[in-house]
């Protein structure tokens, strides 16, 4: 097996893995040295932000992919499976048992990073129509589990740090995937499950109450929430952080994002991802949830570097 990483990355995860790292900065266009022999391709580089402009975005997200795919044709790599990790926000938000045919609201609108994933899979499926790129396209929901210092590793700083996460009742659900379960969906793909060209949504397969998953990890660190806000304190704060933000001030540049997601419920259907990828979710949150509180804490215990 075989790792794309920079060099200025923290790798400290993959120590004592069977992998062969081979450095490049895929933001950077040029020859990339990849083994010529690769069989499959699991590509999910991005800049998953939602502070991240439209030109970071895509930077990080559709060119690179472009400049992958550059470097895979110059080494001459024919491969069976070209797997792309995008989003489940593709297909929106706020809405439930959402799917191609029945999408939610548009999330393309407050996150730049799901306009960047829209036009990688559009570069994606250009491929697949003209050249042939035997792709599959995974979209899952919110991803978390050990080493996921994108998402988890920020709550549980946040929730150490005194911050309200339960906004409003706290009784919308929500659809989460553990990556036990994205590295299911890579392991039927690479397997020749599913369609050339198809996209396939992947969650736990149930969905869970903000409540349940912000208050299980305040419960793990014993940081009980006592202050609850309403929605629209919530919506304010966020304003607030942003004008402050846009004025100089040193604070945290907050997002609507969080908030919106919050105040409604959202779903998505993974019935054609069961019946064609042959996909069964993992869904033991206590086992789950509690991994991440582990490495979190491990994390913390580590020495500097």
């Given at each position: 097996m075989v790792a794309l990483v920079r060099r200025t990355s923290d790798l400290h995860f993959l120590e004592g893995l069977p992998l062969a790292l081979v450095y490049a900065d895929l933001a950077e266009p040029g020859p990339i040295d990849l083994p010529a022999?690769?069989?499959?391709?699991?590509?999910?580089?991005?800049?998953?932000?939602?502070?991240?402009?439209?030109?970071?975005?895509?930077?990080?997200?559709?060119?690179?992919t472009q400049n992958l795919l550059?470097?895979?044709?110059?080494?001459?790599?024919?491969?069976?499976?070209?797997?792309?990790?995008?989003?489940?926000?593709?297909l929106g938000h706020r809405s439930t048992a959402i799917s191609e045919e029945n999408p939610g609201q548009p999330a393309r609108g407050v996150l730049a990073y799901v306009r960047a994933k829209e036009a990688t899979e559009r570069l994606l499926r250009q491929q697949f129509r003209d050249e042939g790129l035997p792709l599959i396209i995974l979209r899952p929901t919110d991803v978390y589990g050990p080493n996921d210092r994108t998402v988890s590793q920020r709550i549980l700083r946040a929730i150490e740090g005194g911050?309200?996460?339960?906004?409003?009742?706290?009784?919308?659900?929500?659809?989460?995937c553990a990556v036990e379960n994205v590295a299911?969906?890579?392991?039927?793909a690479c397997r020749m499950r599913g369609r050339d060209g198809a996209a396939y949504t992947l969650t736990n397969g149930a969905e869970i109450t903000w409540r349940e998953l912000l208050g299980f990890f305040q419960d793990r660190l014993g940081r009980p929430q006592r202050l609850y806000l309403p929605l629209a304190a919530a919506y304010a704060l966020?304003?607030?952080?942003?004008?402050?933000?846009?004025?100089?001030?040193?604070?945290p540049l907050a997002s609507f994002y969080p908030v919106a997601r919050v105040a409604r419920?959202?779903?998505y259907d993974i019935s054609r991802t069961r019946a064609e990828l042959g996909y069964e979710p993992e869904h033991d949150l206590d086992r789950q949830l509690g991994e991440v509180v582990g490495w979190y804490?491990?994390?913390?215990?580590?020495?500097?570097?």
């Open positions: 022999d690769l069989d499959y391709v699991i590509h999910a580089a991005a800049l998953a932000s939602e502070a991240a402009s439209r030109d970071e975005a895509l930077r990080h997200a559709h060119d690179t550059r470097a895979l044709d110059a080494r001459g790599v024919r491969l069976k499976r070209f797997i792309y990790i995008s989003s489940a926000l593709v911050w309200p996460l339960i906004v409003g009742s706290g009784r919308r659900t929500t659809s989460i299911q969906a890579c392991h039927l966020a304003f607030g952080m942003q004008l402050a933000h846009a004025l100089g001030v040193k604070v419920d959202t779903s804490l491990a994390e913390k215990a580590r020495p500097a570097a």
